[in-house]
């Protein structure tokens, strides 16, 4: 079913943001922006959580999670161990969202119109696992950048 398809993608690639913090050979150039970089890794990085927290965990979870998307990117020096962490109880809400959701889950409309008309949920996930995926490939040219 679809959303064992995506546990498992968004797993994968949440491992993989994971995996490029851990890379960083200073903890200082995840917060770096610089060559006309919008936004640092870092920022990239709570921009995600911060998605995905909304998104599915809230949405689709029922958590409680409270929003702040101008800290996401306003925020700085977040500790490399804190942004880590913080990936993998994202990733961990993500699977416990996604795990008991049935093919009639999957097609009746996503509970908010976030792009510019309303969706079914399917499509709403299809379209934030890209979404991870387009900051994960960011991340990762942000890291060879910066750190040559």
Do not use: C
């Not at 977040?78 to 990733?91: E, F, G, H, S």
């Amino acid at each position: 079913m679809l959303n064992n398809t995506l546990i498992e993608l968004f797993e994968r690639d949440l491992t993989k943001v994971v995996q490029e913090l851990e890379l960083y050979k200073s903890e200082m150039n995840i917060w770096k922006v610089e060559n006309g970089i919008a936004n640092s890794a870092g920022n990239l990085v709570l921009h995600l959580i911060g998605n995905l927290n909304t998104y599915i965990g809230k949405e689709i979870g029922k958590t409680d999670y409270v929003r702040n998307r101008e800290l996401e990117f306003s925020q700085k020096d977040v500790p490399r161990t804190n942004l880590i962490a913080q990936v993998k109880n994202t990733l961990n809400v993500v699977k416990k969202s996604l795990t008991n959701l049935t093919a009639e889950d999957l097609s009746n409309k996503y509970p908010l119109v976030v792009l510019d008309a309303e969706t079914t949920t399917e499509f709403f996930l299809v379209h934030l696992f890209g979404h991870l995926n387009y900051h994960l490939g960011q991340i990762n040219y942000h890291r060879r950048m910066i750190e040559g």
